[in-house]
């Protein structure tokens, strides 16, 4: 029983050491790649200090570490999600947490100067409002996550009409500013654009690994998470805190990035051949899929790099056909 219980944990870290080598082969060759090829020995040589090279300083490294983590910060968002309603399409950009997010930085945009600070505020305010509604429609003398998910996306699509209508009553520039952030870009991320956001990513991770414990309790079902002193209602309402304060902060920065937070949770627990959805693989994989999502992005019709988003919806597309065909068949 010892060895049993042991073997799904020894699995995880293997997995953890293999994806942090795969992230590390995939920064690498972000820092490489551009409209000039960097070797691998020039950009260990600029990142140990041997050389100075603001191509990969400035413009490639907040790029890479940009998409690691907010990859990671999509990935436990929606590990949490998928948690909390305990189905694999609890993710926020399915039950329109992403598009509550992007009507706060839209509102930002539109009605306010748009700054970095209104945008960040501003999607925090509209996920959070989006949630605390589904969770009101959702509450019927009882927690259900079907019924979560289901009246989440029927609020997803309400959201994302009601932003459409925003951006066709905004100005043209606006309009056009929000159109393209909107597919989920991290073309022109610098350095000025990340330090508060990798702060407060860096804060709530530490925050829901704190009580990852408890989130696995939960997993577990109501009655084990309670025998055990788990306080559900305090959890949830923290769990959902968190996911909604990830996803609000990597929508303010890059835009709705979606399907990453769908698909990592759910590939990072086959892969660790783990009973819930546990937060470290679906942090790992999440980083994985976004960096190479951005990297497909660049090449793909090089020199113009495309939005992250496109990649992330065709890639994630082709995965909610299989989860949604699976589901069917079990049913």
Same mark, same amino acid.
């Given at each position: 029983?010892?060895?049993?219980?042991?073997?799904?944990e020894?699995r995880?870290?293997?997995?953890?050491?293999?994806?942090?080598?795969?992230?590390?082969?995939?920064?690498l060759?972000?820092?490489?790649?551009?409209?000039?090829?960097a070797t691998p020995?020039?950009?260990?040589?600029?990142?140990?200090?041997?050389?100075?090279?603001?191509?990969?300083l400035?413009?490639r490294?907040?790029?890479?570490l940009?998409?690691?983590v907010?990859?990671?910060?999509?990935?436990?968002?929606?590990?949490?999600?998928?948690n909390?309603?305990?189905?694999?399409?609890?993710s926020?950009?399915v039950?329109?947490?992403?598009?509550?997010?992007?009507?706060g930085?839209?509102v930002?945009?539109?009605?306010?100067?748009?700054?970095?600070a209104?945008?960040?505020?501003?999607?925090?305010?509209?996920g959070l409002a989006?949630?605390?509604a589904?969770?009101?429609?959702?509450f019927?003398r009882?927690?259900s996550?079907?019924?979560?998910v289901?009246?989440?996306?029927?609020?997803?699509?309400?959201?994302?009409?009601?932003?459409?209508?925003?951006?066709?009553?905004?100005?043209?520039?606006?309009?056009? /500013?929000?159109?393209g952030?909107?597919?989920?870009?991290?073309? !022109? %991320? +610098?350095? *000025?654009d $990340?330090?508060?956001?990798f &702060?407060?990513?860096g804060?709530?991770?530490?925050?829901?690994t704190?009580?990852?414990?408890a989130?696995?309790? /939960?997993a577990l079902?109501?009655?084990?998470a309670?025998?055990t !002193? %788990? +306080?559900? *209602?305090r $959890?949830?309402?923290?769990? &959902?805190?968190?996911?909604v304060?990830?996803?609000?902060?990597?929508?303010a920065?890059a835009?709705?990035?979606?399907?990453?937070?769908?698909?990592?949770?759910q590939?990072?627990r086959?892969?660790?051949?783990?009973?819930?959805?546990?937060?470290?693989?679906?942090?790992?994989?999440?980083?994985?899929?976004?960096?190479?999502?951005?990297?497909?992005?660049?090449m793909?019709?090089a020199?113009?790099?495309?939005p992250?988003?496109v990649?992330?919806?065709?890639?994630?597309g082709?995965y909610?056909?299989?989860?949604?065909?699976?589901?069917?068949?079990?049913?």
């Amino acid at each position: 029983m010892t060895a049993y219980a042991l073997r799904p944990e020894r699995r995880t870290l293997v997995l953890a050491a293999l994806m942090t080598v795969l992230l590390l082969g995939l920064g690498l060759l972000g820092l490489c790649y551009g409209a000039t090829w960097a070797t691998p020995g020039e950009v260990l040589a600029v990142l140990s200090g041997a050389e100075q090279s603001v191509v990969i300083l400035d413009w490639r490294l907040p790029r890479v570490l940009a998409a690691l983590v907010f990859g990671a910060a999509l990935g436990v968002a929606g590990a949490i999600f998928q948690n909390i309603t305990r189905n694999p399409m609890g993710s926020p950009d399915v039950i329109g947490l992403d598009a509550g997010a992007y009507t706060g930085a839209l509102v930002a945009l539109t009605v306010l100067s748009g700054t970095s600070a209104q945008l960040a505020a501003g999607s925090v305010i509209g996920g959070l409002a989006v949630a605390a509604a589904i969770y009101f429609l959702a509450f019927d003398r009882g927690f259900s996550g079907m019924r979560l998910v289901v009246i989440g996306i029927g609020i997803n699509a309400m959201v994302t009409a009601f932003n459409s209508w925003i951006v066709l009553r905004a100005e043209l520039e606006v309009a056009i /500013a929000a159109v393209g952030w909107s597919a989920g870009s991290l073309n !022109g %991320v +610098g350095w *000025d654009d $990340l330090t508060i956001p990798f &702060v407060i990513i860096g804060a709530l991770l530490l925050l829901m690994t704190l009580s990852a414990h408890a989130m696995h309790q /939960a997993a577990l079902g109501d009655a084990v998470a309670v025998t055990t !002193g %788990v +306080g559900l *209602d305090r $959890l949830r309402l923290l769990m &959902v805190f968190v996911g909604v304060g990830c996803t609000a902060t990597v929508t303010a920065v890059a835009g709705p990035v979606v399907f990453i937070a769908l698909a990592a949770p759910q590939i990072g627990r086959r892969l660790a051949g783990a009973a819930g959805v546990p937060l470290l693989p679906a942090a790992l994989t999440g980083a994985v899929l976004l960096l190479g999502a951005d990297l497909l992005a660049q090449m793909l019709l090089a020199p113009v790099a495309l939005p992250v988003g496109v990649v992330s919806t065709a890639i994630g597309g082709c995965y909610l056909i299989w989860l949604l065909t699976k589901e069917v068949r079990r049913a």
